[in-house]
């Protein structure tokens, strides 16, 4: 059985695992080395700790399996492994779309430093972006977009960005890889943030680039090298020990999300919804087309900022948090950092509280 036929939780756990080796421990150690014994014919695996670790192959093995890459690389955070990409994809002269309704840093990351070296940035919401990238030489995209869960349509992005020889780039962070598989629509980069979903648990930063093509690996590892955006080997030991249980908990938080959103559509104190997985959402139909899951997001308009203050202060449950994909279920009004949203804006990120205990909370929290 190929392993792209297992579910989640296979998967993911079948990714960490080693190859059986009597003797060996089941779950191997982090290795935190920063120097290794040489050999003398020049030829050593490891020689120090920046370029190599044992423990970022193990992930990194993972990451790849699960992305359906040939090969992956992991950085100390989600913006290190997107700032690689973009550093490695352009050049001064050349036309760079970005995502106008996605991760705001990344825009900013783009303004102040590929900008001023002579790259030509161009913003385009996710509507825009496949007419954009008719002008462009790489195209970096988010699907689901953060944080207005709108979905861009990645097998025809591909096909505009092939017309013109362009590289597109999918920040694959809040679908994960087992929600979609961008590199299988065509895209020549995935980066993410695994502080999130893969993670899980709120307590590290970590990032990663996958990818199908050896001499673009090659490129973004030579980044990492000369740029230092390393992950330390405790932090990669700790991913690669979530990544074993993602699969069950992002089942668990997508059935959330699905059910939480179903919810909030009919709840007077509600304004407006987003989640991919409802029938009458916009994103659905692109959604269903190319995602295996929704994601765990859903993104809910309350009367305003006090509102979505009194939703968390009345709630046993929710905790006020930025960033997503952690066990606990977190809102997020996004409007404080900045993002072109209402300020009852609330991005809220479920966990994998039972879901009748968490939809009940909520409810009772809106009053």
């Not at 087992?178 to 999130?196: C, E, F, R």
């Not at 909030?264 to 959402?281: E, I, T």
């Amino acid at each position: 059985m190929s392993s792209h036929n297992y579910g989640d939780s296979t998967r993911s756990l079948k990714a960490v695992s080693a190859q059986a080796i009597p003797g060996q421990p089941v779950s191997p150690p982090a290795v935190p080395a920063a120097t290794y014994h040489l050999s003398d014919d020049d030829a050593d695996l490891d020689t120090y700790g920046r370029a190599s670790n044992p423990t970022w192959r193990r992930l990194e093995s993972a990451l790849a399996e699960l992305e359906g890459a040939s090969g992956a690389l992991a950085f100390g955070s989600g913006m290190a492994a997107i700032t690689a990409a973009l550093n490695v994809s352009t050049k001064p002269g050349m036309v760079l779309v970005l995502p106008a309704d996605g991760y705001y840093q990344v825009r900013r990351y783009a303004a102040e430093y590929l900008v001023p070296v002579g790259v030509t940035v161009i913003e385009a919401t996710s509507s825009q972006i496949i007419d954009a990238a008719a002008g462009a030489d790489v195209v970096l995209a988010e699907t689901p977009t953060n944080p207005k869960l709108d979905v861009v349509d990645l097998r025809a992005l591909a096909t505009a960005c092939r017309g013109r020889g362009a590289r597109l780039i999918v920040d694959n962070t809040t679908a994960t890889p087992l929600g979609q598989q961008p590199l299988s629509l065509g895209a020549d980069l995935v980066v993410a943030s695994a502080t999130k979903g893969l993670s899980g648990h709120s307590d590290l930063l970590a990032g990663y680039v996958a990818a199908n093509r050896p001499d673009l690996i090659a490129a973004v590892d030579r980044q990492r090298l000369l740029a230092g955006a390393i992950l330390g080997a405790f932090e990669a030991w700790l991913l690669l020990r979530s990544v074993a249980s993602a699969g069950l908990r992002f089942e668990r938080q997508c059935h959330n999300a699905q059910a939480l959103a179903t919810m909030l559509q009919s709840h007077p104190g509600v304004r407006a919804v987003r989640y991919p997985g409802l029938a009458d959402d916009p994103a659905h139909p692109v959604a269903a087309a190319q995602m295996r899951r929704f994601g765990a997001l859903v993104s809910a308009e309350l009367a305003d900022a006090t509102a979505v203050h009194a939703l968390v202060r009345r709630s046993e449950l929710l905790i006020a948090a930025t960033s997503f994909g952690s066990v606990h279920t977190s809102v997020d009004r996004r409007a404080r950092w900045g993002d072109a949203v209402a300020d009852g804006f609330a991005r809220i990120s479920c966990g994998i509280e039972d879901t009748d205990d968490l939809l009940a909370d909520i409810e009772r929290a809106l009053g």
